[in-house]
């Protein structure tokens, strides 16, 4: 049994009010009666309320939980509900408000988001929309109730798997099984965190994801460059992304960390035997970009004996300098597919980064194929970062996300780790699985919209028309006024 | 037409019930009352001297302008506006749009279809039952089927193993909803509701109050994971029994009751600590195989001799193997939950992406018990995602007996799909809530009849959509997908809105 993997989530409450989807509009005629029906809201709404003069909010919008009650049973009818544009106007299509608002109440607090009610948004949509999870009726007993939840490993490991790196060739092959165990590395979750996006971000905020990575057991990449002072003691965690050209200052890192990183380009190979001669037992990954070609480059790299692999979508998780860019999930299980063909699956770890934003992209796109993920927009969300994407030195920052505390931004990282590991398990669990290490390329276990439409509609409806894809209708309802008298 | 129970008017217990427009009275009124005089829908009303406020619910909105009694235009003060109600904006969901919503409502107020034009059929979810119209071909009135000649009947037992053949009036009944999600009072009405339509309800995992014994003869009793208040005497007390291998809304993990909600009330019935949240395991501990299923089975026969079981499951892509598993196990009724079920309180996760939409379940299932040649000896029955009579003919039509309700129930009892049933007391909408203080604020007769209501309005539709299919029973509609039309397969300009029909037969409509 492995062991178990605990994480320690704490609230770590927000520093800024964060805008609720929808707000509470109060119109003149306030009857004023006794008994006003604000005092009986059921979340106390109205008592707990303030006016944020910072954010110059009133804190009643991100209180309110949409019963209604208050708006049907005022007697002057005064009180109405609306949409709260603050809220959803952040993020873009892709990173929804929804999206963002609950990867900061996972941050908050630290846990699996649960709600009643059914389901209510869209049927599927594009991207990891168009597939669901499988799960079976009658399972091994991989859960005894929620205790032995504890008991499913989300743990990955890196480096060779069997066969000693190739770059060691004047070594014996005892020698080389050493080198080869130790070069092993395990994180706990199958979720790195990735570059930054949007700017550079001080030490303290680096700080509190460093800190974070130790603490959850998972890696950081970030820029050789930028590893100094604090940063240094949680090296262990840290895999510096080289820069290209002399390696030279960086070889005390190289031989102080466990993995590095670097970008593929035509001196790759080279670089590795560089990489691997300053330390034999470092791990190097080979950051690609997900471009059209990207099953040539991976083809050779995996056969030149790279040992890790990340490769990259763009935020949104489409491939890159595509005039047609395909969705992350589909080049997975294609650049997955392609591997195992070759035979060369297991020799090499695959990294995929791009578009993960939510816990069940990691299910999802582990089942595609992804040995692991990368992270960075959710990294940011959780530190209030509401992707308003004006970072710019001259504008401030509406979260001031330069002030983030390390010890805040630490919990606020740690929470987010853990809710999404949290539903890892209740995807892991569901199907009866003890080990993400298994999901990995299982495309059984999950339904492809796809396939399913054509298993089940083909023979009754015929043909899917290819050209439309439909969307979700907005669900607001159509603009009609009536002035008087028209 | 099964026997109709008496539909009386139920409004909207809330002193301003939402409606889709909101009408607006100005200072400039006098209150001379010409409004009150001329609108026959009710929305404006005078007390003594003074004009009350609009009720907005019953307002038809813009189409109302080609009537010579538009109010806002005979306006002698010109004080009446009339605009899109703006809290609608804070109803946004994909599947319970607002006009589902409004609608739901309005039926379950009158018992008829919306008078106003409300979409009633469909949500925006942009794909299942929200892309599929119904294809009624083309028969001549005269020809119709008469509404009296119209079954809706639904046999449960076709097992011809000795046991009841019990017979349901409607082809739904009401999904498991545990004593703990939901209140005393909500359960029972939906049990009258049951009993008034000679269908059935179901407990739910959370024990069985006594206070449904009157109710006996049409609930389904459940038994979960959590095998919570469960005995011999509740398996003894009910026709039929529903064994829930697991929720559409969280396939693959057991029930929650998060600790607010178990109230002392609740702990006793589930012989469980106050305050503590009750998880049910996933899966059944006792069941590994299809045999150890058996076993399962037979001892509710054993303990029951008159009962017929249920086999409540979700849809992962083996669905169609568990289907026929359970028949060999000997199940009366193979119950399938969609993907995208209701539920008191599951992981978001869960909800949005564990087991397949319903609207591919039933069509995977049907054909596979057709291929086993089973197919007549067993009820399949779907559920996950039915919101209207028109997804409970389309699941018909893709393969199913019947269907099996929920969240539309209590969607009549003014649910606003705020989603918060999980935490804290409960809904402050008194719906699902066991906090004494709340459960009060619903009474029971005005519950019960909601809910009679918007099955009366549901018959209603059914019969119809048959008649246009030229069907005289519900039986007859079952996997016959050409009656369907799939708007990304088919790009056929296809209405299928009965209400004009509605309208019609019974010169107008609620």
Not at chain 2, 228 to 236: A, D, M, N, P, S
Request: glycine share 10%.
């Amino acid at each position: 049994m492995p062991s178990k993997y605990h994480l320690k989530p704490k609230p770590a409450p927000s520093r800024f009010v964060p805008p609720g989807p929808f707000g509470i509009i109060e119109g003149d005629g306030c009857l004023n009666c006794a008994k006003c029906v604000k005092k009986s809201c059921a979340y106390q709404v109205y008592q707990k309320r303030s006016y944020d003069d910072r954010q110059l909010t009133d804190t009643a919008d991100s209180l309110c939980k949409n019963c209604f009650r208050c708006v049907q049973e005022c007697y002057g009818r005064v009180l109405s509900k609306s949409a709260n544009p603050e809220y959803w106007s952040m993020g873009d299509e892709y990173w929804t408000p929804e999206i963002i608002g609950s990867n900061q109440r996972q941050a908050e607090a630290g846990k699996i988001p649960v709600s009643g009610g059914g389901y209510g948004g869209p049927f599927a949509g594009p991207g990891f929309d168009s597939m669901w999870t499988d799960m079976s009726e009658i399972v091994r007993p991989t859960r005894d109730g929620i205790h032995g939840r504890e008991y499913i490993s989300t743990a990955v490991e890196f480096g060779p798997v069997s066969q000693p790196a190739a770059f060691m060739p004047n070594r014996g092959s005892e020698e080389r099984q050493a080198v080869s165990a130790r070069l092993r590395v395990e994180v706990s979750v199958p979720i790195l965190f990735d570059l930054l996006p949007f700017q550079e971000f001080p030490q303290p905020v680096l700080a509190a994801l460093a800190r974070a990575a130790k603490e959850t057991n998972t890696l950081m990449i970030l820029p050789a460059e930028s590893i100094a002072g604090e940063l240094s003691s949680w090296r262990a965690h840290l895999v510096p992304l080289l820069p290209p050209g002399n390696l030279g200052p960086f070889t005390p890192l190289i031989q102080q960390c466990r993995m590095v990183q670097i970008t593929q380009d035509e001196k790759t190979g080279e670089r590795i035997g560089e990489i691997k001669r300053a330390n034999p037992a470092v791990i190097v990954s080979v950051r690609v970009p997900l471009t059209p070609l990207a099953e040539e480059k991976i083809e050779l790299l995996a056969r030149a004996g790279v040992e890790v692999i990340h490769i990259l979508a763009d935020g949104q998780g489409r491939e890159q300098e595509a005039s047609q860019p395909r969705f992350i999930k589909d080049r997975i299980r294609g650049l997955h597919r392609a591997l195992v063909e070759q035979g060369r699956r297991d020799r090499v770890t695959l990294i995929f980064g791009g578009g993960i934003a939510l816990a069940e992209h990691v299910a999802k796109a582990i089942i595609c194929g992804a040995d692991a993920v990368s992270i960075e927009r959710p990294l940011l969300i959780s530190l209030e970062c509401r992707l308003c994407g004006q970072c710019s030195p001259k504008e401030r920052c509406p979260v001031e996300i330069n002030k983030v505390e390390t010890s805040w931004g630490r919990q606020r990282v740690v929470n987010l780790v853990a809710a999404w590991h949290g539903q890892l398990l209740e995807v892991l669990g569901a199907m009866g699985m003890r080990d993400v290490r298994r999901l990995r390329g299982e495309a059984g276990r999950a339904i492809f919209r796809e396939d399913i439409e054509k298993e089940t509609f083909a023979d009754i409806f015929g043909e899917k028309m290819q050209t439309r894809l439909v969307k979700a209708q907005p669900v607001q309802q159509g603009e009609i006024a009536c002035a008087p008298n028209t | 037409m099964p026997p109709t129970p008496e539909i009386k008017r139920a409004p909207s217990r809330y002193r301003n019930p939402i409606g889709k427009f909101k009408v607006q009275r100005d200072k400039g009124c006098t209150h001379c009352g010409l409004c009150a005089e001329l609108c026959p829908r009710g929305v404006h009303q005078r007390l003594g001297k003074k004009m009350l406020s609009p009720r907005d619910e019953w307002c038809i909105g813009p189409s109302c302008q080609k009537n010579e009694y538009y109010c806002i235009r005979r306006c002698p003060q010109g004080a009446l506006r009339m605009a899109v109600n703006p809290n609608l904006q804070a109803l946004r969901d994909h599947r319970w749009p607002a006009d589902l919503l409004l609608s739901n409502w309005q039926q379950a107020e009158a018992g008829g279809v919306p008078y106003s034009d409300l979409e009633y059929r469909i949500g925006r979810s942009g794909g299942g039952f929200d892309r599929l119209r119904l294809r009624f071909p083309r028969i001549p009135p005269g020809e119709l089927p008469a509404e009296e000649e119209v079954s809706t009947a639904l046999l449960l037992n076709r097992r011809e193993d000795g046991r009841p053949r019990v017979r349901i009036g409607v082809p739904f009944y009401g999904g498991g909803m545990s004593f703990g999600s939901v209140s005393n009072h909500t359960m029972i009405a939906r049990a009258r509701a049951a009993r008034a339509w000679d269908t059935f309800t179901c407990t739910g995992e959370g024990g069985y109050p006594e206070s449904l014994k009157p109710y006996d003869s049409h609930m389904i009793t459940q038994v979960a994971t959590g095998l919570f208040g469960v005995g011999e005497e509740t398996i003894q007390r009910v026709r039929i029994v529903e064994f829930k291998y697991a929720q559409g809304a969280k396939p693959g993990l057991g029930g929650h009751l998060l600790g607010d909600k178990v109230t002392p009330a609740v702990a006793r019935m589930r012989e469980a600590v106050v305050g503590n949240a009750l998880f049910s395991p996933f899966p059944f501990h006792s069941v590994y195989s299809v045999e150890d299923h058996k076993k399962h089975v037979d001892w509710i026969k054993e303990v029951n001799p008159r009962c017929l079981v249920s086999v409540k499951v979700s849809t992962p892509t083996d669905v169609d193997m568990v289907a026929v598993g359970s028949y060999y196990a000997g199940a009366h009724i193979i119950h399938l939950d969609g993907s995208y079920g209701g539920t008191g309180a599951a992981p978001d996760i869960a909800k949005k992406n564990i087991a397949m939409p319903i609207e591919y379940a039933i069509p995977k299932v049907h054909r596979f018990l057709v291929q086993e040649g089973i197919r007549n000896k067993v009820t399949l029955i779907a559920s996950g995602g039915v919101r209207t009579a028109f997804d409970m003919a389309k699941a018909i039509a893709l393969g199913a007996d019947g269907v099996v309700v929920g969240t539309a129930d209590m969607v009549a009892l003014e649910c606003i799909r705020c989603r918060n049933c999980e935490s804290g007391r409960g809904c402050p909408r008194a719906i699902a809530t066991t906090d004494p203080e709340y459960s009060e604020q619903m009474n029971v007769e005005w519950a019960a009849q909601r809910i009679i209501n918007l099955y009366g309005s549901w018959v209603k539709q059914l019969v119809t959509i048959l008649r246009l299919l030229g069907m005289r029973s519900i039986t007859e509609l079952v996997g016959r997908t050409d009656c369907l039309v799939h708007l990304d397969y088919q790009p056929e300009e296809t209405d299928d809105d009965i209400k004009p029909y509605l309208m019609g037969s019974n010169g107008k409509s609620a």
